[in-house]
C-alpha cells in the first residue's frame, strides 16, 4: 500500500526554522515530481516547493529564498527545510507527487507564533 506520512511540524516562534519531512513507503518515488503542500484555516491547499528527479526544485513566490526543498532517494524521503519562519506560514504541510495520484496522508502541522 502507498502511503506517504509527514513528520517534523510543530510551534515556532516567528524567525524561527523547522525541518519537515515525507517518508514514502510501499514504491519507490525517485522517478517523481515531489512537492510540499499546505493548507491554512479556511484557505485552499497550495502548493510551496517541487522537486524533480534531477533536483530541479522551484519554489512559491512566497516562500522562495526561505524554503529549501531536497531529497533522498534513497530513503524514499523528501525534505522541506523552512527558515525565517512567519505567522503567514502557519498551516498543515503535505507532500506528494506532482506525477501521479497518490492518497494525501496526514499532513503535519506547522504554527508560527508572532
Known amino acids: 500500500q502507498v502511503q506517504l506520512v509527514e513528520s517534523g511540524g510543530g510551534l515556532v516562534q516567528a524567525g524561527g526554522s523547522l525541518r519537515l519531512s515525507c517518508a514514502a513507503f510501499?514504491?519507490?518515488?525517485?522517478?517523481?515530481?515531489m512537492g510540499w503542500y499546505r493548507q491554512a484555516p479556511g484557505k485552499l491547499r497550495e502548493l510551496v516547493a517541487s522537486?524533480?528527479?534531477?533536483?530541479?526544485?522551484n519554489y512559491a513566490d512566497s516562500v522562495k529564498g526561505r524554503f529549501t526543498i531536497s531529497r533522498d532517494n534513497a530513503k524514499n524521503t523528501v525534505y522541506l527545510q523552512m527558515n525565517r519562519l512567519q505567522a503567514e506560514d502557519t498551516a498543515v504541510y503535505y507532500c506528494?507527487?506532482?506525477?501521479?495520484?497518490?492518497?494525501w496522508g496526514q499532513g503535519t502541522q506547522v504554527t508560527v507564533s508572532s
Open positions: 510501499g514504491r519507490s518515488f525517485s522517478r517523481n515530481v
Open positions: 506528494n507527487s506532482l506525477t501521479d495520484y497518490v492518497p
Open positions: 522537486i524533480n528527479r534531477f533536483s530541479i526544485t
